[in-house]
């Protein structure tokens, strides 16, 4: 079925560096896409989204990148700090689904001192 | 995000006992989402609800069953609780508006274990 999947279930980057979280999606039906960031024992936190009519979207500190061509989405954490150390899901809302986001697996992200 | 309470926050319960889990939100939102976390997943949706009058199943809605009492109230039950529902229990909602993208806002959640 349509899905929204991770490439990577962890990632360890080096605080004060940059950080890229992938994420695949098999629908093109998509009408935009949400990045979540969830700290342990929290909710879900919105970071940013972008519509499918768009290829970028900068936010403080994060930057998402949507190409349609290959069906992958990217979120850019400029100088990783330690309070980036979350879980990070995209989310997809399909064009016409009415109701919900498809959900990704997640990507564990750890700062490295 | 405090505009969206859930109670309790925490709950251990035995196999067949009847449980209700509680979501209250300030925010005004017309949309309402409960949906489920297991360890290491992502989140699926059980049931979700557009305003008081709607109710709508989700991917994994057998077992359980909602209440929308009011616009800002929306009520998750398990009527028989069985050990795989042991999960964390995540509370949303949305507000669909001319040129947004109906970005959801999740409660703290509630972490539920059935024994």
């Known amino acids: 079925g349509e899905s929204v999947g991770l490439h990577l279930p962890t990632l360890s980057v080096q605080e004060g560096d940059n950080s890229i979280i992938n994420c695949a999606y098999s629908n093109s039906a998509s009408d935009y896409f949400i990045w979540y960031k969830q700290e342990s024992g929290k909710g879900p936190q919105f970071i940013i989204d972008i519509r499918s009519n768009m290829d970028k979207r900068q936010g403080q500190r994060v930057t998402v990148l949507l190409n349609k061509t290959v069906k992958h989405l990217s979120l850019q954490i400029a100088a990783t700090q330690p309070g980036d150390s979350a879980v990070y899901f995209c989310?997809?809302?399909?064009?016409?689904?009415?109701?919900?986001?498809?959900w990704g697996a997640g990507t564990k992200l750890i700062i490295k001192p | 995000d405090a505009d969206v309470t859930q109670t309790p926050r925490n709950r251990i319960t035995k196999t067949g006992k009847r449980i209700m889990l509680e979501c209250s939100q300030t925010k005004g939102h017309d949309r309402m989402y409960w949906y489920r976390q297991d360890p290491g997943l992502g989140l699926r949706l059980i049931y979700y609800?557009?305003?008081?009058?709607?109710?709508n199943k989700g991917e994994i809605s057998d077992g359980y069953s909602v209440s929308r009492q009011a616009q800002a109230k929306f009520s998750l039950s398990l009527e028989s609780a069985i050990p795989n529902q042991t999960a964390l229990y995540f509370c949303?909602?949305?507000?669909?508006?001319?040129?947004?993208?109906?970005?959801?806002?999740f409660g703290p959640g509630t972490r539920l274990t059935v024994l």
């Open positions: 949303a909602t949305s507000d669909i508006r001319a040129g947004s993208t109906d970005t959801q806002y």
């Open positions: 609800s557009f305003d008081v009058k709607d109710i």
């Open positions: 989310a997809e809302n399909i064009r016409d689904s009415n109701y919900q986001l498809i």
